[in-house]
């Protein structure tokens, strides 16, 4: 018999893992994105890192003390807009909830299943060959310029061990080592081998798409306009064109909000807009990628040049861009290495779509027959696809998923259960 046609709406890297997936599988699939893979979005724009070995939550016990402190700081690691605050609130208040310990050791714990084989995920999606190209198992440095609390010290070191996460502190002498020319400022740092990175995040996505075609999967470049229920299905129409099929993925990234709610389904996704500096032909070289948590910005090499990623922005899908925060970030990089120089940075802003939880939504979507949500990957996106494909993929067809589907079930939202 054959497997029903399936449409993935979105052509990140959610969208392209979950329709490779699915068509490895024998499901006829074909994805319906308005760019061409690889050339915008989140996808395309992230921080390029692989972090396998990452298991804390975006929210954290006693993190609603900064807040207020990174709210005045207009160029911060947190910036929300205050036209939008009232729209944003129900949202915070949920991700500060999340943040309490009872909830964040078994957030922590999906994160590490989701997370954990993320290297050999995209091995098995890329091949070999593509895979070495494009991925650095190279490990990551979380470096510090003044000590954490002793109680998150020790939350932190907890929750890595509950995953059993390999870690080594790294004290000035080896942070000099590892990353000559680095401030005098960051005085320690933890080394987390298991992490990495990827040279080129769109080319990787670009790389998925030309994949997918190659084994019959089918991208269509076409805006989506709206999702339609038909007795037998769903019509998605497009600028363009109607198309139907039995079965639907919504993985529209931060805009798969907006394209559900005319059908009644309230997603708890918040746009957190990330921005990026890219500085070409950088004049220092990183063996790994860098992260400095006190001011929200992470350091990558890739092949053409020095991405400088982070801040969260809260502003909604529609406001402009703060290009003043990509120059900070920019700002930060020569902060942080005093001798940097380098090109004309090049500046990007794009949304990530975050749920309160951290925990991407995977699977069926309320009680709307044929109808799968796979989004809400946040800042994970780019490690979190390969097992999110899979797992899709098996909930989708009935077969034995890999982990436990429990934590990532749209579900787990009221306005989910019963919409």
């Given amino acids: 018999m054959t497997a029903p046609a399936t449409l993935v709406l979105g052509g990140g890297v959610a969208g392209l893992t979950a329709a490779l997936s699915l068509r490895r599988v024998g499901v006829p699939v074909t994805v319906i994105e308005r760019l061409p893979p690889g050339t915008g979005g989140a996808s395309f724009g992230n921080a390029g890192m692989i972090s396998a070995a990452i298991v804390a939550p975006s929210s954290l016990p006693g993190m609603w003390r900064q807040v207020p402190r990174w709210l005045l700081d207009p160029m911060g690691p947190l910036a929300i807009r205050p036209g939008y605050l009232p729209w944003a609130l129900p949202w915070l208040l949920r991700w500060l909830e999340a943040g309490r310990e009872t909830r964040v050791r078994p957030i922590s714990l999906a994160l590490h299943a989701l997370l954990r084989d993320a290297f050999a995920g995209w091995r098995a999606l890329l091949g070999p060959a593509q895979a070495d190209a494009l991925l650095r198992e190279s490990g990551q440095v979380l470096a510090s310029e003044a000590p954490p609390s002793p109680a998150q010290a020790a939350l932190d070191r907890s929750l890595r061990e509950a ?153 909604g899908l529609d406001a402009p861009p703060e290009e003043a925060r990509a120059l900070r970030l920019a700002a930060q990089a020569r902060a942080l290495f005093p001798g940097l120089t380098h090109g004309p940075p090049r500046l990007w802003m794009g949304p990530r779509p975050g749920t309160p939880d951290s925990l991407p939504l995977i699977g069926a979507a309320g009680r709307r027959p044929g109808l799968f949500l796979c989004c809400g990957h946040g800042h994970l996106g780019l490690t979190s696809a390969p097992a999110t494909g899979r797992l899709l993929a098996a909930l989708m067809t009935g077969a034995p998923p890999s982990l436990d589907p429990t934590p990532y079930a749209p579900g787990r939202f009221a306005a989910l259960r019963t919409a």
């Avoid at 198309?243 to 931060?254: E, I, T």
């Fill in 163 to 315: 995953a059993g996460i390999a870690s080594e502190r790294l004290d000035r002498a080896a942070l000099k080592a590892l990353f000559p020319g680095l401030a005098p400022s960051v005085q320690s740092g933890l080394l987390l081998p298991g992490n990495g990175f990827c040279v080129d995040p769109g080319r990787l996505v670009a790389t998925l798409a030309d994949t997918l075609r190659a084994e019959g999967g089918a991208i269509l470049l076409e805006g989506v306009q709206k999702l339609v229920p038909e007795r037998d299905g769903w019509m998605v129409m497009t600028g363009i064109a109607n198309h139907r099929a039995a079965r639907v993925v919504m993985a529209a990234g931060a805009w798969s909000r907006p394209l559900l709610a005319p059908l009644g389904l309230s997603l708890p996704l918040e746009a957190e807009r990330g921005y990026h500096a890219m500085l070409p032909a950088p004049s220092i070289t990183l063996p790994m990628p860098i992260s400095v948590r006190s001011r929200g910005v992470g350091l990558a090499p890739m092949s053409d040049g020095l991405r400088v990623a982070g801040t969260v922005e809260i502003a």
